[in-house]
């Protein structure tokens, strides 16, 4: 596919295409230094997808995770590890029911679900919410997120 900046469709060659841009000028003169030199731009268009963040997940699993793994060891739950505490979670915390399926032979246990690695930020977002409302009520307050920080656990050790 190819073509040329331009906001008059009635100056497109055969096999050109026509971008349409509602401002205009402010795109013309961020790519003025290009477009005075003649230089090939090529645009892609993706599907736009709000996806949680490195930080988002180095929270749930870097913060949320192990707080919830010594607060069960504290009140004597016993030891367990990152997965085990993500499938509390998830069946507990969040009421995701799982399914028992027959897979080549062998039953597995699935859901219906996304997975945490798959969910928009919203949602992402969302579960945060409802698990920290979950852990409250068993005693754990769970800090919120920290903006500007990869959130680790680290960033929420406060200096004495």
């Given at each position: 596919?190819?073509?040329?900046?331009?906001?008059?469709?009635?100056?497109?060659?055969?096999?050109?295409?026509?971008?349409?841009?509602?401002?205009?000028?402010?795109?013309?003169?961020?790519?003025?230094?290009?477009?005075?030199?003649?230089?090939?731009?090529?645009?892609?268009?993706?599907?736009?997808?709000?996806?949680?963040?490195?930080?988002q997940l180095g929270y749930y699993?870097?913060?949320?995770?192990?707080?919830?793994?010594?607060?069960?060891?504290?009140?004597?739950?016993?030891?367990?590890?990152?997965?085990?505490?993500?499938?509390?979670?998830?069946?507990k915390g969040l009421g995701v029911?799982?399914?028992?399926?027959?897979?080549?032979?062998?039953?597995?246990?699935?859901?219906?679900?996304?997975?945490?690695?798959?969910?928009?930020?919203?949602?992402?977002?969302?579960?945060?919410?409802?698990?920290?409302?979950?852990?409250?009520?068993?005693?754990?307050?769970?800090?919120?997120?920290?903006?500007?920080?990869?959130?680790?656990?680290?960033?929420?050790?406060?200096?004495?």
């Open positions: 596919m190819t073509g040329f900046l331009s906001n008059n469709p009635d100056d497109l060659g055969r096999g050109e295409v026509f971008l349409r841009f509602d401002f205009w000028k402010p795109v013309r003169r961020v790519l003025q230094p290009w477009l005075d030199n003649e230089v090939k731009l090529e645009f892609g268009l993706h599907a736009f997808r709000l996806m949680k963040s490195r930080a699993f870097g913060v949320m995770i192990p707080m919830i793994r010594a607060f069960m060891k504290e009140r004597g739950d016993g030891v367990f590890t990152t997965d085990e505490i993500h499938l509390y979670n998830m069946y029911e799982p399914t028992i399926r027959n897979i080549g032979g062998i039953e597995v246990i699935t859901t219906n679900r996304k997975h945490v690695r798959d969910m928009t930020t919203l949602e992402f977002n969302e579960m945060v919410e409802a698990l920290q409302l979950f852990w409250s009520e068993q005693g754990l307050e769970l800090p919120d997120p920290k903006k500007g920080t990869n959130n680790n656990l680290t960033d929420f050790i406060e200096d004495d």
